[in-house]
């Protein structure tokens, strides 16, 4: 099979884990690769669309049997933005992740596939990506193995509200608040790009966190 996936963008974590996924496919004899702007898409067999901030429209899905977004929720539940993010700080443990065609509305088209993962509430966001990255990497290869034998699924029932992107000041901390209160989302926030924080007796205060090693 010819392969493309799109990531818009290059210094997103997922990357080396879809080279990791590109080089596993042309091992096993199929023709993948990995693209960072839909002008340079060649067309082919089939699209991944993984962290892709740009519109994918006719012009670029008529080039594909089937243009492919994953997307982690339990879909038609939890469309829009950062789906897994905004789950986790209302308290789920348990992920779901969906593979679906790329149509427009966006998030609503029919489902391939879907998974899910475990969270046991101690993750920080690079063990989570690492669960998250793992099921998405599984969806991707289930949809190539079993291209064209997949029954696509109708989404049914209320989507609910459509979840807003995160913006830094998502990453605010209430300083009146305990830490076990808002544990979760210092868990989520990404500590290098929109670290978490605090504004107390004037000053604005940065926090970045990491696990340690368990006394013994």
Known sequence: MKISILCTDPG???????????????????SAALFYDKA?????DVLFLVSCSQMIRDPERKKYKAALVLHASDLPKGRG????????????DRITVSLLEAVEPVDSGVIWLKTEFR??????????NEKLFAAELLLMTQAVEQ???????????????????RSPADSR????????EQFDL?????????????????KRYLLRIEKGENDQ
């Not at 590109?22 to 091992?27: F, G, K, L, R």
């Not at 291209?147 to 992107?165: E, H, M, R, S």
Request: avoid cysteine; glycine fraction near 12%; aromatic fraction near 8%.
């Open 173 to 180: 901390l209430d300083p009146h608040k305990t830490i076990a």
């Open 40 to 44: 340079d898409l060649p067309g082919g």
């Open 186 to 202: 210092l868990r989520v926030v990404d500590s290098q790009r929109y670290p978490a924080f605090l504004d107390y007796r004037g």
């Open 119 to 128: 969270l046991e509430g101690h993750e920080l966001l690079l063990e989570i």
């Open 81 to 92: 933005w950062s789906p897994h993010v905004w789950s986790i700080l209302h308290g789920s």
């Open 12 to 30: 997103h974590p997922v990357v080396k884990s879809l080279k990791g996924w590109v080089a596993d496919m042309s091992s096993r004899g199929h």
């Open 147 to 165: 291209f064209g034998a997949i029954i696509p699924v109708q989404q049914l029932g209320d989507p609910g509200a459509y979840l807003p992107k």
